[in-house]
């Protein structure tokens, strides 16, 4: 049966994996579509949230930094490099913080496209109304022109409101959801990256 490490020895292991001399360090930041440097494994988690890494709320200042980073390297980068100490670094929790980032990644994604879904719905959902009320429009104008205030009234009601929700619908439709985009696409290349810890 194998011997089970303890926690000091599975940190000395991980301090010793992944050990660069300065010339191949320079050669996988070179190489590395994204990397950032470490003092700790809590950068990457809120400073308020108390629970484990593997429940633990990610930090807005690493997110934000992440999309920086992602955004200078270019849309394609799918590996994501941490650099910290050897003597910082215990194999267990980095598993478990690669488990709780991918976690994270995947369900943001599936957030995102959910939202999008809701705007596109909202824009039909407006257009659907605008032809609606210029419908009713129409019909008092063509069978009711000569009518009293009322109809006036209503006409002068339902038509400008009939076009704010017709091209407020295709605003949403066509325009905003795009503007979710930007999320979708960082996400869904963060659900798919190679997160790996090293030592420097």
Excluded: C
Aim: aromatic share 16%.
């Amino acid at each position: 049966m194998p011997e089970e490490k303890s926690p000091a020895s599975a940190k000395a292991t991980a301090g010793k994996e992944n050990l660069y001399t300065a010339s191949e360090m320079k050669k996988v930041l070179q190489n590395a579509e994204m990397a950032l440097w470490l003092d700790s494994y809590n950068n990457i988690f809120s400073d308020f949230d108390p629970r484990p890494f593997a429940e633990r709320a990610l930090s807005d200042d690493f997110i934000l930094e992440m999309k920086k980073v992602a955004r200078d390297r270019g849309k394609d980068s799918y590996e994501l490099k941490f650099l910290l100490a050897p003597e910082t670094r215990n194999h267990h929790q980095e598993e478990v913080i690669k488990e709780r980032l991918h976690h994270f990644f995947i369900e943001q994604h599936h957030q995102y496209i959910k939202e999008r879904k809701g705007i596109i719905a909202r824009g039909f959902l407006f257009v659907i109304l605008g032809v609606v009320f210029m419908s009713v429009a129409s019909f008092l104008l063509t069978f009711f022109a000569n009518e009293k205030f009322l109809f006036n009234f209503l006409v002068i009601l339902l038509e400008p409101a009939g076009w704010f929700l017709f091209w407020e619908g295709l605003s949403h439709a066509m325009y905003k959801s795009e503007q979710v985009n930007p999320e979708i696409k960082f996400y869904h290349k963060m659900a798919h990256s190679k997160i790996e810890f090293i030592s420097y």
